[in-house]
């Protein structure tokens, strides 16, 4: 320090290592933020669509349920029931011979599957033709449809 003053020049020996610490540092900081932000968004993104694909499985099985209760009793009325498969569940119902926007008409079943995994859902709506006559159930379509 006597140094600079003996030359009448002004120590400024290091501080333009303060400024370029603090910028780096705050580099760091920004690509930690981002490296989180991603890595979290990346998790959750795919924990939902696993959840989803639970809420269909668990619709598919309320299909089935409802399925086999129709090829055992052709004469199957319209219902409405709650299916719990695991830790999820399914809301089910079941039309039989009712007019077109609500059912499917005479001799077919429209079946209604709803299933819930947490927060997502998923529903599949099958139509069984069923025959009165030799009570040979057939499943004629199966989709899933927006909620």
Excluded: W
């Amino acid at each position: 320090m006597a140094k600079c003053q003996k030359l009448n020049v002004k120590c400024f020996h290091g501080v333009a290592a303060l400024p370029t610490v603090l910028l780096l540092g705050g580099l760091i900081m920004e690509i930690m933020i981002a490296a989180t932000l991603s890595s979290y968004l990346l998790v959750s993104s795919e924990f939902g669509i696993r959840l989803g694909s639970r809420a269909l499985f668990a619709a598919r099985s309320g299909i089935q349920d409802a399925l086999i209760r129709v090829v055992r009793d052709k004469n199957f009325t319209s219902s409405s029931y709650t299916l719990p498969v695991g830790n999820y569940s399914v809301e089910v119902s079941v039309c039989k011979d009712l007019p077109e926007p609500i059912c499917v008409g005479d001799g077919k079943h429209k079946i209604t599957a709803v299933g819930t995994a947490e927060n997502r859902s998923r529903k599949l709506e099958a139509i069984v033709s069923v025959d009165s006559a030799t009570g040979e159930a057939r499943l004629q379509s199966l989709k899933e449809v927006e909620l």
